[in-house]
C-alpha cells in the first residue's frame, strides 16, 4: 500500500506540459534513414516496352529476395556496383538509383521503388525483453513504447534508455516522454536494431520483493520475540 501510494500523476504522466492546441515546432523531420545491416527491397520498373531492359537490375543477390547493406554502409546493387547507402532515406536512395540509370543511359523512364524488408526494435524491461516489429518504415520514441505495450507505474521515466551503433560505438541517451522536449531529441527517431532499456520493477517482482521481506522481518521479529522471552525467563528464574 506504502509502495502503491508513491505512484503519482506527476510521475508517470506522458507529456505533462502540453495542453490542448499545444504546438511543438519539431526540429528534425521523422524519416527513417538506412543503416548497416539494413534489408532492403528494391524493385526497377519502367514504362518502356522492352521489359527486358529492366531485368538486369532486378536481379537480387541476398538469399532472403533483398539487398543487405554491409557494415560499410554499402550495398552492391546490379549493374550500377557498390553504391554507399548509409545516412539515405528510402526516397533519396530511389532518386539517386533513377538518376544513375538515366545519366548511365540504362533507362529512359526508371521507377525504383526501395523499401526496408525488416524495422526492428528491442525492447527490454524489468518484465523482460521482446523484439518490436515495426509495422512500416518510420517509428518515433513514443510509437515504440505504444507498441511494447506501454511502461507500468513503477518504472522511472527520466531513466529510459535509447541505445544505438554510432559510428562503431554503442552510444545511450536518457529520453523522458513526460515533457515535449523528447519531440526534439536526437534519438526520438528511432533507427533499426536500436534497445530502449528501462529501470524498476513490474509488479509480479514487486509482490516478490515484499513477500521475501516481509518474511525476513516477521522471522527477525519471532526470534527477538524468543530472545526477549528467554531473557525475561531468566530474570525471573534468579529472583
Not at 154 to 161: C, E, L, N, S
Request: charged content about 20%; some cysteine.
Amino acid at each position: 500500500m506504502l509502495m502503491a501510494s508513491c505512484v503519482t500523476p506527476r510521475r508517470v504522466n506522458y507529456l505533462q506540459d502540453m495542453t490542448h492546441g499545444s504546438q511543438i515546432e519539431l526540429e528534425n523531420r521523422f524519416e527513417a534513414r538506412i543503416a548497416p545491416y539494413d534489408d532492403l527491397s528494391i524493385v526497377v520498373s519502367s514504362a518502356q516496352r522492352d521489359q527486358e531492359l529492366v531485368a538486369p537490375f532486378n536481379v537480387v543477390r541476398d538469399t532472403k529476395g533483398g539487398y543487405l547493406v554491409d557494415v560499410d554502409g554499402n550495398i552492391d546493387f546490379p549493374v550500377l556496383g557498390k553504391m554507399h547507402v548509409a545516412g539515405l532515406t528510402r526516397l533519396q536512395l530511389q532518386d539517386t538509383i533513377t538518376t544513375r540509370l538515366i545519366r548511365g543511359g540504362y533507362l529512359e523512364d526508371p521507377f525504383v521503388v526501395v523499401r526496408f524488408n525488416s524495422f526492428k526494435i528491442f525492447f527490454l524491461g524489468a518484465a523482460g525483453g521482446k523484439v518490436i516489429n515495426v509495422p512500416n518504415e518510420r517509428c518515433t520514441f513514443l510509437e515504440a513504447l505504444a507498441l511494447s505495450g506501454g511502461l507500468d507505474n513503477f518504472t522511472p521515466r527520466d531513466r529510459i534508455a535509447v541505445m544505438r551503433e554510432v559510428n562503431g560505438k554503442m552510444v545511450m541517451r536518457y529520453l523522458d516522454p513526460r515533457s515535449s522536449d523528447v519531440f526534439n531529441d536526437p534519438f526520438f527517431m528511432m533507427h533499426q536494431n536500436d534497445f530502449i532499456i528501462t529501470d524498476g520493477m513490474n509488479n509480479g517482482t514487486i509482490r516478490s520483493e515484499f513477500t521475501f521481506w516481509t518474511g525476513m522481518v516477521s522471522t527477525i521479529l519471532s526470534v527477538a520475540s524468543l530472545i526477549t522471552s528467554i531473557a525475561l525467563y531468566r530474570a525471573m528464574s534468579k529472583k
